[in-house]
């Protein structure tokens, strides 16, 4: 029909020559001529979709589909890993090109090699629940998807002190344009992505974040952790108040406070060492400090619930459990009854779980330089943007931070959020005693 209709107009064009005077034989009938018949083979040759219904295709919408980021094995704790993982997606959105599901690990050491089991990206977290969220900013794939495997590029990520921030972004930018964009994957090979430098602002990590969420199986184990944390409080209040209770009324709004206790070895070591580099004295907290600063945040209602999250095995001091402030009702795993929920996990998982009751508490409080923290006040900040939320420290406002690390008003801890204007995610990835609170 529309054939028909270009054969139409075409021969009512003709005819609209010989009306203005130009004869059949004369040259600039035979050029008008010309023009309209390629005029006629271009209309009937191009996609008619594009012209008859006025719709613009994005000429680069297929080679976005097909055109991978491939890059190595993503290693060391969890959140060093969720942070890998999103400069990843974020470097595979600067090359237009999709990212092919990576491999986390399970183990915590990144020289423990032969601990190194790769675990599927897809068994931590949903898979077709993180391309719905990021729909239009970053895209997963499968290497399924991948229809050459043989048409791959390897780019050498640069490192050592002279490979500046500005080298390896010019790197990208290259590797973003031809000839380099024709392959079908582009393999990254040498470290490890955390270690990557960093080019996006931390409102774009934090869009990344919003888009994992863990896989039914560990949220339940999750679950499970804070229903026994909330039916502990809700019980003691109980007791204290001699009120009776309606269990399935008030089990979800019985508050709880979380406190990510960083007094394991390990991170002593690392905190004093971190301190003398850095000449700053605000870095490690002692069991005492952090008892004392917890129980000086004012307005804190009791008795609550205070869930430490801790290493266990990296734990030289027995006594976390001791010397708290009345009304403060300490819990760690073993104490709480759910040590078997996290001992038949790997080590990543039992941090995920860790990371959700914690992400989830009333009150959470940290330590700035500890990238598990930093990373769950990132998130309650998020959620407090989304919701609106215009002042974002304090108990008078939902999801409240603090960090133990900082001396806060009345010697309690100082009030944390997440400053979303950053321009890296510098002091999330490696610390700070600077926090954004407003």
Request: hydrophobic content about 40%.
């Amino acid at each position: 029909m529309i054939g028909d209709w270009n054969l139409e107009w075409n021969c009512s064009v003709f005819k609209s020559l010989k009306l203005f005077g130009l004869h059949m034989n004369s040259l600039p009938y035979k050029c008008a001529a010309f023009l309209v018949v390629a005029l006629m083979i271009k209309t009937l040759w191009l996609p008619t979709s594009s012209n008859f219904r006025g719709v613009h295709l994005n000429p680069n919408f297929d080679n976005e589909k097909s055109k991978f980021l491939e890059v190595p094995q993503i290693v060391w704790g969890l959140n060093n890993q969720k942070i890998a993982f999103a400069r990843a997606c974020l470097t595979a959105r600067m090359l237009n090109r999709t990212l092919l599901m990576p491999s986390l690990s399970a183990s915590l050491f990144y020289k423990e090699v032969d601990q190194l089991r790769p675990v599927s990206f897809d068994k931590v977290f949903q898979f077709e629940e993180f391309n719905a969220r990021c729909q239009g900013f970053v895209r997963l794939g499968h290497y399924s998807e991948v229809s050459d495997t043989r048409d791959v590029l390897e780019l050498q990520k640069g490192s050592g002190r002279r490979w500046t921030v500005e080298k390896d972004l010019e790197q990208l930018r290259e590797f973003g344009k031809a000839p380099y964009d024709e392959y079908q994957v582009i393999r990254v090979v040498g470290k490890n992505p955390f270690l990557w430098h960093d080019h996006w602002p931390a409102r774009d990590y934090a869009k990344i974040f919003e888009c994992l969420v863990l896989v039914e199986e560990i949220s339940r184990e999750a679950d499970k952790v804070v229903s026994k944390i909330r039916e502990i409080g809700m019980e003691e209040r109980s007791r204290v108040y001699r009120l009776q209770v309606n269990v399935n009324a008030t089990l979800q709004s019985t508050p709880y406070v979380a406190v990510h206790m960083r007094i394991e070895k390990d991170w002593m070591i690392h905190c004093k060492k971190l301190e003398q580099r850095l000449n700053v004295s605000e870095i490690c907290s002692s069991k005492e400090q952090i008892m004392r600063r917890v129980g000086s945040i004012v307005g804190l209602e009791t008795p609550i619930v205070v869930y430490l999250a801790v290493a266990d095995n990296l734990l030289e001091d027995n006594s976390i459990l001791e010397g708290w402030g009345e009304g403060l009702l300490p819990f760690e795993k073993k104490k709480l009854g759910v040590l078997d929920v996290y001992k038949k996990h790997p080590y990543l998982i039992q941090s995920a779980i860790d990371y959700e009751v914690c992400l989830r508490s009333d009150v959470f409080i940290g330590n700035t330089f500890s990238t598990f923290s930093s990373l769950v006040v990132l998130e309650r900040t998020q959620w407090m943007m989304s919701a609106g939320v215009a002042q974002r420290c304090g108990l008078d406002v939902r999801w409240p931070s603090y960090a133990y690390n900082l001396e806060g008003e009345s010697n309690g801890p100082r009030p944390w959020a997440s400053n979303m204007s950053d321009t890296s995610l510098q002091a999330i990835s490696y610390g700070s005693n600077r926090v954004s609170c407003w």
